[in-house]
């Protein structure tokens, strides 16, 4: 069975640090693009970043570059989000998700199978 595990959220002051881990099992992540997206109460999904299969290539949404680090961690067959400079608007449920093409694309249609989510609130 295919599953993504997410953990790391929390509650985080502005100006803080979170690290996203997705955790897959029953698949080897390396061999997918995966995603971040993030989804706030009344919003649709954004994508973050995601990251190629291959070339492990990453990109990033203008809200988080220059804050945000996607990275695999492949010997835990896990991929990290590293979340620095919170801001309150970065405040959602977060997922990651897998995409059976070698390819990322910051668009949530395009991903075959989903975690669960993670919540992240960024509040003083």
């Known amino acids: 069975q295919l599953q993504f595990v997410e953990s790391g959220g929390g509650l985080v002051q502005p100006g803080g640090s979170l690290r996203l881990s997705c955790a897959a099992s029953?698949?080897?992540?390396?061999?997918?693009?995966i995603g971040w997206f993030r989804q706030a109460p009344g919003k649709e999904y954004e994508g973050v970043s995601c990251?190629?299969?291959?070339?492990?290539?990453?990109y990033y949404a203008d809200s988080v570059k220059g804050r945000f680090t996607i990275s695999r961690d492949n010997a835990n067959n896990t991929v990290l989000l590293q979340m620095n400079s919170l801001k309150p608007e970065d405040t959602a449920t977060y997922y990651c998700?897998?995409?059976?093409?070698?390819?990322?694309?910051?668009?949530?249609?395009?991903?075959?199978?989903w975690g669960q989510g993670t919540q992240v609130t960024v509040s003083s």
């Open positions: 998700a897998a995409r059976r093409i070698r390819l990322c694309v910051l668009d949530e249609y395009e991903y075959d199978f």
């Open positions: 029953g698949f080897t992540s390396d061999y997918y693009a």
């Open positions: 990251i190629n299969s291959g070339d492990d290539r990453t």
